[in-house]
């Protein structure tokens, strides 16, 4: 059971928009903590998509953004396209648990 | 360009122990903060360890809690993990990542991953 929840899964149709939530609590996003957000294509190392809620690093398309409210935040995906589909995760900073801890990730399907 | 390389990964018994090996280059090793990240297989990712940027500081996920010992070399820019009482629920890919700058060394984010290396513990 992950402290971060996540949807197993979403879908959607190329050129669709689909959005994953992350949903934490008091000693995570409610403490002030940030939410960050990794793409991990199959095979492969994670990689950063979003950092610090809504700051994509350079390279990474302006489909991809993050946005963060009180206990809960969202990665949103626009106009989706078949190299999107991925594992992503979301990964903050629990106070109670004082550690780094991570959703149990989203496997995104693009039909 | 940052680079990341693991190694020390291997198929163990379990109760015995390993040694992974981080090696990092292009940047300056010595004024960040490092971490272990694992992934056991088909499963999602699960932070196991941090280290200040000059060894002051170590923190652990409860399940390696007095039985892995992460540590870092700023003179040969390698950061380490010791495995000892190793047991079949440890098997994953081990990944060292950075912590981004601007960000304290526990709670940050990791801008560069190494690309892993597998620990298998079995009988």
Request: proline residues 4%; charged residues 15%; hydrophobic residues 30%.
């Given at each position: 059971?992950?402290?971060?929840?996540?949807?197993?899964?979403?879908?959607?149709?190329?050129?669709?928009?689909?959005?994953?939530?992350?949903?934490?609590?008091?000693?995570?996003?409610?403490?002030?903590?940030?939410v960050?957000w990794?793409?991990?294509?199959?095979?492969?190392?994670?990689?950063?998509?979003i950092?610090?809620n809504t700051?994509?690093?350079?390279?990474?398309?302006?489909?991809?953004s993050g946005s963060?409210?009180?206990?809960?935040a969202?990665l949103?995906?626009?106009?989706?396209?078949?190299?999107?589909?991925?594992?992503?995760?979301?990964?903050?900073?629990?106070?109670?648990?004082?550690?780094?801890?991570?959703?149990?990730?989203?496997?995104?399907?693009?039909? | 360009?940052?680079?990341?390389?693991?190694?020390?990964?291997?198929?163990?018994?379990?109760?015995?122990?390993?040694?992974?090996?981080?090696?990092?280059?292009?940047?300056?090793?010595?004024?960040?903060?490092?971490?272990?990240?694992?992934?056991?297989?088909?499963?999602?990712?699960?932070?196991?360890?941090?280290?200040?940027?000059?060894?002051?500081?170590?923190?652990?996920?409860?399940?390696?809690?007095?039985?892995?010992?992460?540590?870092?070399?700023?003179?040969?820019?390698?950061?380490?993990?010791?495995?000892?009482?190793?047991?079949?629920?440890?098997?994953?890919?081990?990944?060292?990542?950075?912590?981004?700058?601007?960000?304290?060394?526990?709670?940050?984010?990791?801008?560069?991953?190494?690309?892993?290396?597998?620990?298998?513990?079995?009988?």
């Amino acid at each position: 059971q992950s402290v971060l929840t996540q949807p197993p899964s979403v879908s959607g149709a190329p050129g669709q928009r689909v959005t994953i939530s992350c949903t934490g609590s008091s000693s995570n996003f409610g403490a002030g903590y940030d939410v960050h957000w990794y793409q991990q294509l199959p095979g492969t190392a994670p990689k950063l998509l979003i950092y610090g809620n809504t700051n994509r690093p350079s390279g990474v398309p302006d489909r991809f953004s993050g946005s963060k409210s009180g206990t809960s935040a969202s990665l949103a995906i626009t106009g989706l396209q078949a190299e999107d589909e991925a594992d992503y995760y979301c990964q903050s900073y629990d106070s109670s648990l004082s550690g780094v801890v991570f959703g149990g990730g989203t496997k995104l399907t693009v039909l | 360009q940052v680079q990341l390389v693991e190694s020390g990964g291997g198929v163990v018994q379990p109760g015995t122990s390993l040694r992974l090996s981080c090696a990092a280059s292009g940047f300056t090793f010595s004024n960040y903060g490092m971490h272990w990240v694992r992934q056991a297989p088909g499963k999602g990712l699960e932070w196991v360890a941090v280290i200040s940027y000059d060894g002051s500081h170590k923190y652990y996920a409860d399940s390696v809690k007095g039985r892995f010992t992460i540590s870092r070399d700023n003179s040969k820019d390698t950061l380490s993990l010791q495995m000892n009482s190793l047991r079949a629920e440890d098997t994953a890919v081990y990944y060292c990542a950075k912590v981004a700058p601007h960000y304290s060394d526990s709670s940050g984010y990791f801008d560069h991953w190494g690309q892993g290396t597998l620990v298998t513990v079995s009988s």
